[in-house]
């Protein structure tokens, strides 16, 4: 999962930064809200985490100028102004969810999950397919009932493909929801990630759309 925070808060940033990247996001990190802009109009994001009080365009002209364009990224606003107003306007104005300066990052790991999952379509915290299932809260893997370990980046495209029963996603669209702007991607990398999911879990779950990508596809669990 690929996502943009927008802190300028040098400490706050590297500190969010630091905890979204260990628990496997791709995630590009802006300080102003020209620089948020340019991004949301350039890049596809799963979820925005979005300060309010932001130089050169503050976070509410920020939100309205993406729902304006129509894209329903879910946003998440994180900031410091706790009166109900406030609040009240963000979520008038097309957030998704809101939490106040300073939060608990458990709690907002939590929130990320939660409107990640909704903008999935999937209410349920855990993802079944054929003898998978995997608990995004707590990283687990199991086949037929057993624990596999996988790797982050494995991890990572697993999570994609599961969260989106039936839907192909293209090696590209892998490749920009794994990896930020500062990493460096191996032109083999995806297909690497595959092949190691495919022994972990079998050859049956991940399907090749030759030509177009990969998919996990739908069916009971």
């Known amino acids: 999962?690929?996502?943009?925070?927008?802190?300028?808060?040098?400490?706050?940033?590297?500190?969010?930064?630091?905890?979204?990247?260990?628990?496997?996001?791709?995630?590009?990190?802006?300080?102003?809200?020209?620089?948020?802009?340019?991004?949301?109009?350039?890049?596809?994001?799963?979820?925005?985490?979005?300060?309010l009080g932001l130089p050169r365009r503050d976070g509410l002209a920020v939100l309205h100028k993406l729902r304006s364009r129509k894209n329903r990224t879910p946003v998440l606003i994180a900031t410091a102004r706790d009166a109900v107003p406030q609040r009240v306007e963000g979520l008038d104005m097309g957030a998704?969810?809101?939490?106040?300066?300073?939060?608990?990052?458990?709690?907002?790991?939590?929130?990320?999950?939660?409107?990640?999952?909704?903008?999935?379509?999937?209410?349920?915290?855990?993802?079944?397919?054929?003898?998978?299932?995997?608990?995004?809260?707590?990283?687990?893997?199991?086949?037929s009932g057993q624990p596999v370990v996988l790797s982050a980046r494995e991890w990572a495209v697993l999570e994609l493909l599961m969260a989106r029963p039936g839907m192909v996603l293209s090696r590209k669209q892998l490749e920009e929801k794994l990896f930020s702007w500062k990493d460096d991607v191996s032109s083999n990398a995806v297909e690497v990630y595959i092949y190691g999911l495919r022994k972990k879990l079998g050859t049956n779950l991940i399907q090749n759309v030759r030509g177009v990508g990969y998919m996990v596809p739908r069916g009971t669990a």
């Open 96 to 143: 998704d969810d809101y939490i106040v300066k300073p939060y608990e990052l458990d709690e907002l790991l939590a929130r990320i999950r939660a409107l990640i999952r909704r903008a999935a379509g999937r209410a349920e915290p855990v993802y079944e397919h054929m003898d998978v299932s995997i608990d995004p809260v707590t990283r687990e893997v199991m086949v």
């Open 1 to 51: 999962m690929r996502l943009l925070l927008v802190e300028d808060d040098l400490m706050i940033g590297e500190s969010v930064l630091d905890l979204l990247r260990g628990e496997g996001y791709a995630v590009d990190w802006v300080k102003d809200g020209e620089m948020a802009d340019t991004a949301l109009e350039t890049q596809t994001y799963d979820l925005v985490l979005l300060d």
